[in-house]
């Protein structure tokens, strides 16, 4: 399938997405969240048969713009930003999704690409990336952004890139937890990860992305859905077939 703001390839329990609007630093407008949308479903579907069900998503941009925020000349022209809710969910069904979701960002971020950043699993940043929330500058706030970014970088950490709106550096991002890896080569350090990543299996990565959706740090609080889940996890055939045959061969699930 072809698209008309993305660039998409697929393989091996992959998804690769490339934000491609380079003409204007890869706005957001409605044609790509409608196409990330049905990219994304396509990801939670079964696979066909003799195919492996996608378990990472890669989302990245261009080499000198990940993403530049939403589509201004379409609000100067509608009037309108439209309706946030489809991209709000993309960004939720990034972090909550059956997959591990990766970010491999490369040069500037801005406003609602900082949405796509905080919502994955993972993020990988080269050094010359930067970060920032401009909309206060516009008269507007990041809401739909903060509580993602909050939910990574803390709640402060968050209100002060909001109100200074000035870019952060790769570094920082990493000290605030937006970032989880600067590297020098972007492509280089995507393999490595991936390289563990792929031997995740789907069911695992839903039920735990499951699991943490709704945890909420207290260890009160959460007793009741932690020994929940823990008799759930134990009482699967499958994950009690692989200890046996690890315990036995000592090979372990991924392994012929």
Not at 60 to 70: D, I, M, R, S, T
Not at 129 to 153: D, K, M, N
Not at 171 to 177: E, Q, R, T, Y
Not at 186 to 195: F, N, P
């Amino acid at each position: 399938m072809s698209y008309e703001t993305l660039k998409v390839s697929w393989g091996s329990g992959l998804c690769r997405i490339t934000l491609h609007r380079p003409e204007v630093g890869n706005a957001i407008n409605t044609a790509m969240v409608e196409e990330l949308r049905l990219v994304l479903a396509q990801c939670e579907a079964a696979p066909g048969e003799g195919e492996k069900p996608v378990s990472v998503v890669v989302i990245e941009g261009g080499a000198e713009v990940f993403c530049a925020g939403g589509d201004f000349e379409a609000v100067a022209e509608n009037g309108s930003a439209g309706d946030p809710g489809p991209l709000y969910d993309i960004w939720l069904k990034l972090a909550e999704g059956p997959f591990v979701s990766v970010c491999l960002v490369k040069g500037r971020v801005n406003a609602g690409g900082v949405g796509f950043v905080a919502a994955c699993d993972v993020v990988i940043a080269e050094g010359d990336a930067t970060f920032a929330l401009s909309e206060l500058l516009f008269g507007l706030f990041p809401a739909c952004v903060l509580p993602f970014l909050i939910r990574r970088t803390g709640r402060q950490r968050a209100h002060y890139m909001t109100v200074m709106t000035k870019p952060v550096s790769a570094a920082d991002a990493l000290a605030s937890g937006l970032v989880d890896s600067v590297v020098e080569n972007g492509e280089a350090a995507l393999r490595q990860h991936l390289a563990r990543l792929r031997h995740l299996r789907r069911p695992a990565i839903a039920r735990y992305k499951a699991y943490m959706a709704g945890a909420c740090g207290d260890p009160v609080k959460d007793r009741d859905r932690a020994l929940e889940a823990n008799r759930e996890i134990f009482s699967d055939p499958q994950v009690l077939a692989d200890i046996r045959r690890y315990v036995s061969e000592l090979a372990f699930p991924w392994e012929d």
